[in-house]
Structures are given as C-alpha cells and as structure tokens.
C-alpha cells in the first residue's frame, strides 16, 4: 500500500490492534423465522457456505478459487450487513447481488437448486452476522 516496510513487531501489533476492534453488530432480523430458515440453508452440507466459512470467525482461512478471477483467503463473513459492497473488487453492492452476476460459480458454494424464498431467507440470515 505504498508505506515503508515494516518489522515483523509492529505487523504483529497492528494485528493484534484490528483483531481487538470491535466487529458490527448484526442486524436484527425483520423475520426471524425467515433468518432462522436461512441458517439451516448455510449450514446445509449440500449447499457448502459452512465448509468455509466455518468456526467462531467465519472463516476456514483458506485461500481459495471461487471463480471469482483469482484466489482469494476466505473472508469471515462477521458483520457482513454493514460492509457493502462485497467481494474482493467490490462488485456486489447488496448481498443479493453476491448471488448474481459476481458472486463467483459453483465453487462458491451451490446455491443453483435454491428457490427464490430460499434464496431470500439465507441473505436474511447472513444480514444477521
Ligand atoms: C470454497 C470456499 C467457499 C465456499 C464453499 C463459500 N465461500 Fe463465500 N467466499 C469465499 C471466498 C474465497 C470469498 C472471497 C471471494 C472474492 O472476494 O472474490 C468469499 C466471499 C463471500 C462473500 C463476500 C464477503 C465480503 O466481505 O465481501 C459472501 C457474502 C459469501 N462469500 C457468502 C457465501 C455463502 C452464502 C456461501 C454458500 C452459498 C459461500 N460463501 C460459500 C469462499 C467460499
């Protein structure tokens, strides 16, 4: 980012610094219910958002090709609802558009068999973290 290099003990403090900060706070959901639905699609093996996106962060924090146009660490998806745009150039500006056009292929995740209400409830869901 074109700054002086840096000794290795100021990058460990500076990422002790990010870590520390405080994460957004999820949206509470206008429908819980649907939200709730949306869980259950994300940790669906068959649809496979957890196998990354896994554990208390979110993250596997594996560095992966979801057809995206290169490889890319898995982002924890934590406090997604107030960081738009999404994906690594930004080209998605609402969680809907995740799954459109930019959101990357099969790799990322299979979401082809979703009904539009399924779809609807996973971004409800995903709003929530
Ligand atoms: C194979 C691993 C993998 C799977 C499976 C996967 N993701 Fe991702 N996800 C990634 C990677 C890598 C990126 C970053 C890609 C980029 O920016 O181009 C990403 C980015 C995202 C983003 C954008 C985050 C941001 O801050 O920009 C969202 C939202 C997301 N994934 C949701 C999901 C959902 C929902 C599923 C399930 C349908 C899923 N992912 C399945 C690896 C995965």
Redesign the pocket.
């Known amino acids: 980012m074109s700054g002086p290099a840096l000794q290795s003990a100021h990058v460990d403090a500076l990422a002790r610094w990010i870590d520390a900060l405080p994460r957004a706070k999820g949206y509470v959901p206008a429908d819980p219910a649907a939200a709730e639905r949306g869980r259950a699609i ?1 940790d669906d093996p068959t ?3 957890a ?3 896994a554990g208390e962060r979110m993250t596997n924090n594996a560095t ?1 090709d ?1 057809q ?1 146009g290169g490889t ?4 924890s ?1 934590l406090g ?1 609802g107030a ?1 738009a745009p ?3 150039q930004g080209c998605a500006q609402t ?1 809907a558009d ?1 799954f459109g056009f930019c959101g ?1 292929g099969t ?3 299979n ?1 082809s068999g979703l009904a539009a209400g399924e779809l609807a409830d ?1 971004i409800a869901y ?1 709003d929530t973290l």
């Open positions: 994300f649809v496979g958002c196998t990354c996106h992966v979801v995206t890319f660490q898995v982002p998806l997604l960081r999404y994906m690594h969680l995740r990357g790799a990322h995740g979401t996973l995903l």
